[in-house]
C-alpha cells in the first residue's frame, strides 16, 4: 500500500542555521510532491512543491530536492527564523489523486 | 479571492448524534477533497468529490460517514451517529484541476464528541 516515511519527527536548531526533513515514499507513479506547514491550530499551508520533472526547485530560503530513482525528497530551509517554527509535512499525490501526508516534523527554532 | 471556507470551526456533538460540516471551496475549484487529522497526528485521506460526484472514497469509514458536493452549494461531510472517536479536526481542500494542481485547505472544523 501507499506510505510515505518522513524524518526527523522532531527538529531543534539555532536561528539562522539550516533545517533539512527527509521524506521517502512507495507510489512510484507519483509526480507531484507538496510540503505543508502547519501552526498550532491553524489550516495547513502549501510552501513549496515539484513536479517530477525537474530535480530541484528554489523559492528564497526553501529548497525542496527530488531523487526519483531513490523515491526520496527533501526540504531544506535555509537561515531559520523563529517563525519558521511549526509543523512541517510532505505528501505525495497518489494515482487517485488525493494526497498521502508524512507523519509530521516539528521544527522548533531557537532565538 | 475569498480561500476556502470551512463551518462551523467548532463543533461539539453528543455521543449518538449526527455532525454536519460544510466546506465551500475557492471560486472556480470544482474538484473537493476531505481530511481527517487526529491529535498530534498527519492528515488522512477521507473522500475525493467533483461537482455531484463522489470520485473517491476509498478512505471514509463504511458505516457513519458520507460525502456530497451538489450543483449548488457547499461539499457536506456527514457523521451519524457520532462516536468519542470521531473527535478531530477534519479539513477540506480545493483544487482547480486534479492532476499535480496544489490543494489549498480551509481553516478546519474541530470535532469534539462528548
Not at chain 1, 527530488?66 to 525528497?73: E, Q, S, V, W
Not at chain 2, 466546506?23 to 498527519?42: A, D, F, I, N
Not at chain 2, 470520485?55 to 456527514?78: T, V, W, Y
Request: charge should be positive; charged fraction near 25%; glycine fraction near 8%.
Amino acid at each position: 500500500g501507499e506510505n510515505v516515511e518522513q524524518h526527523p519527527s522532531t527538529l531543534s536548531v539555532q536561528e539562522g542555521d539550516s533545517a533539512v526533513i527527509k521524506c521517502t515514499y512507495s507510489d512510484s507513479a507519483s509526480n507531484y510532491f507538496p510540503w505543508y506547514k502547519q501552526e498550532l491550530g491553524k489550516r495547513p499551508q502549501l510552501i513549496i512543491d515539484i513536479r517530477s520533472n525537474v530535480g530541484e526547485k528554489k523559492d528564497q530560503r526553501i529548497a525542496v530536492t527530488l531523487n526519483k530513482t531513490a523515491k526520496h525528497f527533501s526540504l531544506h530551509i535555509t537561515e531559520t527564523q523563529p517563525e519558521d517554527s511549526a509543523v512541517y509535512f510532505c505528501a505525495f499525490q497518489t494515482g487517485a489523486n488525493n494526497l498521502f501526508f508524512g507523519t509530521g516534523t516539528r521544527l522548533t527554532v531557537i532565538p | 479571492n475569498a480561500g476556502v471556507m470551512q463551518n462551523p470551526r467548532h463543533l461539539v456533538r453528543r455521543r449518538g448524534q449526527e455532525a454536519r460540516l460544510r466546506c465551500s471551496p475557492m471560486k472556480g475549484h470544482s474538484h473537493v477533497y476531505w481530511y481527517r487529522q487526529l491529535p498530534e497526528e498527519g492528515l488522512k485521506f477521507m473522500v475525493y468529490l467533483q461537482k455531484e460526484n463522489i470520485i473517491d472514497e476509498s478512505g471514509m469509514p463504511k458505516e457513519r460517514f458520507s460525502a456530497e458536493f451538489p450543483k449548488e452549494g457547499p461539499s457536506i461531510l456527514r457523521i451519524q451517529q457520532v462516536v468519542r472517536g470521531d473527535s478531530a479536526a477534519y479539513f477540506c481542500a480545493s483544487s482547480l484541476q486534479a492532476k499535480e494542481e496544489t490543494q489549498y485547505f480551509g481553516p478546519g472544523t474541530r470535532l469534539l464528541v462528548l
